[in-house]
């Protein structure tokens, strides 16, 4: 569903928006992610998917809350995300199930993620487990899925993602 997001959940998905950004031509055939994990009102992880292969966003950023201290007062906490959580096993175990693990109350997406193992099953399955799953909408979705251009028409088309100039 998607719902107009408070300030604070702008500010928070802007910064995911940011750090996702860090991992930008080094974790094809993936997505760029970024995740922020916040309690109370404060930020106590967040992360990027650094790598093919590598831990995803959401799981740097729980780590990162985890060695903050924050590990089992996850309980309630909210993560903001620039795209959906995967479900699926791959070379790294779905990140809906750490989510879950972790008591993660509410999670903030900007993007769905359009990839046939995933496509909407990852807010279906959190929502199933009893966390708050919110979307963005507007300029902040806009701005998810432009991020990931190349990887929607990959998953999508299974075309590379091609700008084209041409001067004369």
Same mark, same amino acid.
């Given at each position: 569903?998607?719902?107009?997001?408070?300030?604070?959940?702008?500010?928070?998905?802007?910064?995911?928006?940011?750090?996702?950004?860090?991992?930008?031509?080094?974790?094809?055939?993936?997505?760029?992610?970024?995740?922020?994990?916040? &309690?109370? /009102? =404060?930020?106590?992880?967040?992360?990027?998917? #650094?790598?093919?292969?590598?831990?995803? *966003? !959401?799981?740097?950023?729980?780590?990162?809350?985890?060695?903050?201290?924050?590990?089992?007062?996850?309980?309630?906490?909210?993560?903001?995300?620039?795209?959906?959580?995967?479900?699926?096993?791959?070379?790294?175990?779905?990140?809906?199930?750490?989510?879950?693990?972790?008591?993660?109350?509410?999670?903030?997406?900007?993007?769905?993620?359009?990839?046939?193992? &995933?496509? /909407? =099953?990852?807010?279906?399955?959190?929502?199933? #487990?009893?966390?708050?799953?919110?979307? *963005? !909408?507007?300029?902040?979705?806009?701005?998810?899925?432009?991020?990931?251009?190349?990887?929607?028409?990959?998953?999508?088309?299974?075309?590379?993602?091609?700008?084209?100039?041409?001067?004369?």
């Amino acid at each position: 569903m998607c719902v107009p997001l408070s300030e604070a959940d702008r500010h928070f998905l802007e910064r995911a928006l940011a750090l996702a950004e860090r991992g930008r031509g080094l974790t094809s055939p993936n997505p760029v992610v970024g995740a922020v994990v916040v &309690v109370d /009102g =404060r930020i106590v992880g967040e992360g990027f998917h #650094a790598a093919a292969g590598q831990d995803h *966003a !959401e799981i740097v950023a729980l780590k990162d809350a985890a060695a903050a201290g924050y590990g089992d007062r996850l309980r309630g906490a909210t993560i903001y995300v620039t795209l959906e959580p995967c479900c699926h096993h791959g070379r790294t175990p779905p990140c809906t199930d750490a989510l879950i693990g972790a008591g993660v109350a509410r999670v903030v997406v900007a993007a769905e993620d359009p990839s046939a193992w &995933v496509n /909407g =099953r990852g807010i279906e399955q959190l929502r199933a #487990a009893g966390v708050v799953v919110e979307q *963005a !909408e507007g300029d902040l979705a806009y701005k998810a899925r432009r991020q990931n251009d190349a990887f929607r028409k990959h998953v999508t088309q299974g075309l590379p993602f091609v700008t084209y100039k041409y001067a004369m």
